[in-house]
């Protein structure tokens, strides 16, 4: 028997990334009377991580709930980059409606296709948000065009194809029915009132036998792992013993040591929930996604949820340079080990194995997702050094085939032949080419390996005003050629000791230089990018000799470029495979694998002949 719970409604915010989907949950929570008046709310409350604070990005999904004309609304924020779309692809399964959220001006976007096409996929009902429409540029008309022919494309039924428009300003917090802008007040309450009337009630049995799978995870000290999901069927309650029926078909009986409810930013303590909502458990150490929580002699499991399989790998090892032990403090390749380990708690799209004894290799949903995984360990106090990302290589059919991408391109129309160039020599397909205003759009079809390394090149040929967007499309035959190495090669010093003005001046016109006078050097360290194709051995350390003659102008200061800037993500993309980033605390260094000029000039020569 079947029951449609009239107070409770499950809803995802979906949306590409930079559309306003933080924003906008932060106006729902604070215009719903969520908070208390005198209560302080940080902006883009919902972004607790530093890291997600500081890149203004979702990193990992988060679940909150108000409360509006007496119906609890569960609201998860999910997030918008194509390296955490498998969390995206999990919440569709607790969910009954979404919210798609589209920039009124950028429109519909790669990410926006990914996350549209999980929910239609999961047959939930949407409502289109078009935000930021007080931009200048917005275009709200057209923008609604666009996302209807992405539902048609997309093969949406009637019944999806037929979505609500609300139009909004998530940072003003204003919204109305209207694309005209003067007819946007200021509250959210249309948003709210379209989820309540809209978006049906989960369709779920209370008095029938438990069922509750995790779609998401979480961990803390206290109670070990946490499983995130919606109450399928039944109830759950604090102490009772329960049946988790297992991935591998086994399973296994244990206590519910404690259930948490949302309500605004707070996760609460509850003692009971039913069918329908959406609750964290603890009480099993090593529960999984996917897996079935049932009652004691009615084992019956839910279809398992598929999560997505990495597709991108590196190397974790202990750092190895000199000046280790410097800048950090936890050095072994037990602690990293452990604390490896311990993100796989939370992180069901990493993987982790041993390499040898001081390595081990992660693989990760993309770049993104394993360079933010090295940035917290950074900060945590670890130094380590981590290999180029490589691409999983998979054998289907007999056939070695690799991940592909899709990819779509916005600059302006003066780069598109440099563009188009870079792009072939990496094995790119052009798709699709589309010019508007001065601007153009490119739809590629590319191997994730002739990704590796190419935003940085990308903002250079475009001076910084390119858009680049891609997500994970499918496994094809491997391309053929050396797709994702650099062709330039760089400048390693050849000595310890502090760099100098004065040998750095000497060497400017050899190519880019990496660092500035007083940095801390060691031999095999990379101080900058030679202008040519091959790899060049160089003394940054050497001094001015003194005599005692003064020669007339001997005596100028020597005026330097600005060294180039090297973030995380940059230095990930720029080394090639016999390369390494040492990452500390304090520093990000580029080195060779091998240190030793004349070791590494021995092994350059066999590889050559």
Sequence with gaps: MFFFMKNIRNVAVIAHVDHGKTTLLDKLLQMSGTFRDNEQVMERAMDSNDIE??????????????????????????????????????????????????????????????????????????????????????????????????????????????????????????????????????????????IVNYIPAPKVDIEGTLQFQPALLDYNDFVGRIGIGVVKRGKIKVNQMVTCMRLDGTTKQFRIQKIFGYIGLKRVEVEEAEAGDIIAIAGLPDINVGETVCEIGHEEALPILRIDEPTLQMTFGVNTSPFVGREGEILTARKIEERLRKETERDVSLKIEPNDSESFIVSGRGELHLSILIENMRREGFELQVSKPEVIIKEIDGVKCEPYEDVQIDVPEDYVGNVITALGSREGILENMANSDGQARLNYTIPSRGLIGFSTEFMTMTKGYGMINHTFKEYRKMASGQVGERKLGVLVSMENGKSTAYALGALEDRGTMFIEPGVDVYEGMIV???????????????????????????????????????????????????????????????RKKILNTELRKKNDAKKTK
Aim: net charge negative; hydrophobic share 40%; aromatic share 4%.
């Design 53 to 194: 604070r500081e890149r203004g990005i979702t990193i990992l999904a988060k679940t909150t709930a108000v409360d509006y004309k007496g119906c609890r609304i569960n609201i998860l924020d999910t997030p918008g980059h194509a390296d955490f779309g498998g969390e995206v692809e999990r919440i569709m399964n607790m969910v009954d409606g979404v919210l798609l959220v589209v920039d009124a001006y950028e429109g519909t976007m790669p990410q926006t296709r990914f996350v549209l096409k999980k929910a239609l996929e999961a047959g939930v009902i949407p409502i289109v948000v078009v935000n930021k429409i007080d931009k200048d540029t917005a275009r709200p008309e057209k923008v609604v065009d666009e996302v209807l022919d992405l539902f048609i494309e997309l093969g949406a039924d009637e019944s999806q194809i037929d979505f609500p428009v609300i139009y909004a300003s998530a940072i003003n917090g204003t919204s109305s029915l209207s694309p005209d802008l003067s007819t946007q007040e200021e509250t959210m309450d249309p948003i709210l009132d379209m």
């Design 528 to 590: 900058g990018e030679n202008n040519h194709d091959n790899d060049l051995a160089v003394n940054v350390v050497k001094g001015k000799k003194l005599t005692n003659t003064r020669a007339a102008g001997s005596d100028h200061t020597v005026v330097l470029k600005r060294p180039r800037a090297m973030s995380l993500e940059t230095c990930l993309d720029y080394i090639n495979s016999d390369e390494l980033v040492e990452v500390t605390p304090k520093s990000f260094r580029l």
